[in-house]
């Protein structure tokens, strides 16, 4: 299970932006292919005394259709709703956590030392529709469009999942700091600096966005 840096942008959206964006002339015009719907339940996972959580790491199972993966984030580096940090996946069974093909050594070790391993439940969860689009800018760059509907839910509360990703997939990261300003200046879309993953801890420990 070998490190892949993930990039991307994320707007809070109103829902009638969430209507509106993929109707956006200039937009349209990057699209490639046709968008894709699917359903995603997510489960998060950290110690009583969340340890994970403390060491910037966030961990998650997540369940698309039948098939379940396996995902680990780091905290990474965030600005105006860009983050760029590393991301560790692989598929697993059901929801059987697994660390053994993790290559960086001193994060399986620690997950799987047995003060974290034998400690490590379920905390909160996500579940939402996600419409992803593909977009192909002019010099060449591919992104992803994620637009998110749902909600995250711990300690029997829950809040909202109303936002826009946009991920890059290969080139270079200015057409989608670009992208999301144009993003802001037509639609009701801010940046959004709070990750799903740290909503849910909020929500946990109840304290206030």
Known sequence: MSAHTEIELKLRASAAALEQVLQLDWLQALCEGPPLCQRYFSIYYDTPELSLRQQGIALRVRQVGTQWMQTIKSRGQEQDGLSVRQEWECPITEHHLDFSALE???????????????????????????????????????????????EVRAGGRSTPIMEIELELLQGDTQPITHIGRCLQDALAVVPESCSKAERGYRLLLDTPP
Do not use: W, Y
Not at 136 to 149: H, V
């Open 104 to 150: 960086d050594g001193t994060l399986k070790t620690f997950l799987q030392s047995e003060s974290t391993l034998n400690r490590i439940k379920p905390r909160f969860v996500t579940e939402f529709e996600r419409q992803t689009q593909r977009l192909r800018c002019a010099d060449g760059t591919l992104l992803e469009l994620a637009l998110d509907r749902g």
